[in-house]
């Protein structure tokens, strides 16, 4: 992770990953990450086309704000 993801993370303590197949799915991770991020306040993290830490599939990291007023309507 970023020194800003772990600062992140530790902070708002939620957060999501978003697993798809680089060659076949990335566009739809992509689109999944739009809609988020224009509908809620999140913090998108890079996406990752190879396995990362624990891992094994490629995936984006989606952080989320707890004190956000939509906050339970996504969860």
Same mark, same amino acid.
């Given at each position: 992770?970023?020194?800003?993801? %772990?600062?992140?993370v530790? #902070?708002?303590?939620? /957060?999501? /990953? ?6 076949? %799915?990335? %566009?739809?991770?992509?689109? !999944?990450?739009?809609?988020?991020? =224009?509908?809620?306040? !999140? =913090? ?9 830490g624990? /891992?094994?599939?490629? #995936? !984006?990291?989606?952080?989320? &704000?707890? %004190? &956000? &007023?939509?906050?339970? &309507?996504?969860?």
């Amino acid at each position: 992770m970023t020194e800003k993801t %772990t600062q992140s993370v530790g #902070n708002l303590g939620y /957060h999501a /990953h978003i697993y798809y197949d680089p060659t076949k %799915t990335r %566009t739809v991770a992509e689109r !999944v990450c739009a809609g988020l991020g =224009e509908k809620f306040p !999140v =913090e998108i993290e890079e996406f990752r086309d190879t396995p990362r830490g624990p /891992h094994p599939i490629p #995936n !984006v990291l989606v952080i989320l &704000s707890p %004190t &956000s &007023s939509s906050m339970s &309507s996504l969860i």
